[in-house]
């Protein structure tokens, strides 16, 4: 009888056991759900090799699930860093996260492999690919010009430190872009300052983009507007100078014909005074 009891009292304290085992595990998951801090469905790790999670990386992309494809690349980063597969792990997660628009996620991978591989065989491409991200962020002359400026710097490391790579040409042409672009800033703001009758800070920013932005479309224009500009000063020797500079450069330009109209009305014609600051940049200029 005794030995009976003894083993209902063992049995009753297992019970008791599994009880307060089964209640601190259903408290735990309802705290997880409940807490807005953790998210139980990243509670376990990817712990897969390195070489499975790459492959694994490769099909999500080809099935088009670049989201899925990307975590996969990121996995293999954080949990191998600095061996090989996190070098080329990284090379796919800047790519993904720029097909994806996670553009500033696409810089930031991207210079970190830059700095950590500059002469890999796969540098020029994520330099590319940084400077692609910048590009696609690049807005109407009417706002900031910050990305054409980003743009303009990180495809210049593409022509300047792989001149052999097959995105220099490319890269040259979002240079070009992004150039027309902080060039029709400033012909923007110096529009502004002309229909203000402000013609000296009006002059500054058309001079800026002729001195500095000469292979750009804007430049034609420009040259126009110095005309107006000067001519409304009473500075004819300037106007006559950018006249026939924008004469000499685009002879069938609208720009000219209006610019030689707006002269002629005032009993004046093309004239270069060669030590103008104007003939020294129309020298220069991608029509001369």
Not at 34 to 52: A, F, M, W
Not at 108 to 119: D, E, F, L, M, V
Request: charged share 25%; net charge neutral; proline share 3%.
């Amino acid at each position: 009888m005794t030995e009976t009891k003894s083993v209902g009292i063992r049995n009753t304290a297992r019970i008791a056991a599994v009880s307060l085992l089964l209640v601190g595990t259903s408290l735990l998951v309802t705290a997880c759900q409940s807490d807005p801090d953790i998210d139980i469905t990243k509670l376990g790790l990817n712990t897969d090799p390195p070489e499975q999670l790459y492959n694994q990386g490769l099909a999500n992309m080809k099935a088009g699930n670049l989201a899925e494809a990307s975590r996969k690349f990121d996995a293999i980063d954080k949990q191998n860093p600095f061996t090989d597969w996190a070098r080329k792990a990284l090379v796919m997660s800047t790519f993904t996260k720029y097909r994806l628009g996670r553009y500033e996620e696409a810089v930031s991978t991207g210079n970190r492999y830059i700095k950590q591989y500059p002469q890999s065989d796969d540098s020029a491409y994520v330099q590319y690919l940084v400077g692609l991200s910048y590009s696609k962020q690049i807005v109407d002359v009417t706002q900031d010009q910050k990305m054409s400026r980003s743009t303009i710097d990180a495809m210049q490391k593409v022509v300047t430190n792989y001149p052999k790579s097959e995105y220099v040409e490319d890269a040259q042409a979002k240079i070009r872009f992004a150039r027309d672009q902080l060039a029709g800033k400033e012909m923007q703001i110096g529009r502004y300052y002309l229909e203000r009758k402000e013609y000296l800070a009006a002059i500054a920013r058309f001079r800026n983009v002729v001195e500095n932005y000469g292979n750009t479309n804007q430049v034609e224009e420009a040259l126009a507007r110095l005309v107006e500009a000067y001519y409304a000063m009473g500075v004819t020797e300037e106007a006559q100078t950018a006249a026939a500079v924008l004469g000499h450069n685009y002879p069938d330009s609208q720009w000219y014909s209006d610019s030689f109209k707006l002269l002629k009305g005032g009993g004046l014609e093309p004239r270069e005074n060669r030590d103008s600051w104007i003939s020294r940049a129309g020298a220069k200029l991608i029509g001369a």
